[in-house]
């Protein structure tokens, strides 16, 4: 795919086939978001790929902060909504992104940055190679469970979280809010 074609094909998808990722295409979108700039060329990022039994464990974790918000859903949809939820939408591996933990707050920045560059790369190559993915935060929600689960100490912080596989449903891009650009950029001439 052509590299704007991969920008505008990416989408959060949370809903997946059972099949599994090649290894290799796994190692490969990593090799895409290792090559993305850092501060002071740190390169500061560190992934966690699950799958397995520790990928039910998330996909509990998940249900349990998705649970409240399913509370209101009509009855019917509530049991096949949280069943997704609880699949971790369904996807063979989820990713995470680590950073450094810091108590500088610039420096903190510097590496959150790094790290989310990073992450976009690994969005955006997934994308090209046919694979969805959804940037989530949501799961940090449990984040002291996520900690013992894999076994993530309080020298990382978790960025974020991505499921990877093949997309069963694909969702309609969003409209930009600002497609001219006319109020998201100032340009001094
Ligand atoms: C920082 C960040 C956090 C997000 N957290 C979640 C999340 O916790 N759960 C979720 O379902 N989607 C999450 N998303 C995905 C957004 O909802 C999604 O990107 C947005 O609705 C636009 O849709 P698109 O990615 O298909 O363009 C997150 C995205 C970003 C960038």
């Known amino acids: 795919m052509e590299f ?3 920008i505008r094909a990416r989408r959060a998808v949370r809903k997946y086939k059972p099949d599994m990722v090649p ?3 796994i190692y490969k979108i990593l090799d895409a978001a290792n090559w993305a700039p850092s501060g002071m060329n740190t390169q500061s990022w560190e992934f ?3 799958t397995g039994d520790k990928l039910e464990d998330m996909g509990e974790s998940l249900a349990r902060i998705y649970a409240p918000l399913a509370e209101n859903m009509d009855p019917d949809k509530r049991g096949p909504y949280m069943d997704n939820i609880r699949n971790f939408f369904g996807a063979p591996v989820v990713i995470l992104a680590l950073a450094p ?3 500088n ?5 510097m590496h959150l940055e790094g790290v989310c560059a990073a ?3 690994l969005l ?4 090209a190679e046919g694979l969805g993915s959804c940037w989530m935060t949501g799961p940090l929600q449990e984040e002291a469970f996520l900690r013992e689960l894999l076994s993530i100490g309080e020298d990382k912080e978790i960025v974020a979280v991505t499921p990877i596989g093949y997309p069963e449903f ?3 891009a969003p409209p930009r809010l600002d497609p001219d650009l006319k109020q998201k950029v100032t340009w001094f001439k």
Request: hydrophobic letters at 50%; proline letters at 4%.
């Open 101 to 103: 933990a810091q108590k």
């Open 4 to 6: 704007y074609d991969v």
């Open 119 to 121: 992450f976009e790369n």
């Open 170 to 172: 694909i969702p309609k």
């Open 105 to 109: 707050e610039v420096m903190r920045k």
């Open 124 to 127: 955006l190559a997934a994308c």
């Open 48 to 50: 966690v790929v699950v």
């Open 23 to 25: 290894e290799e295409i």
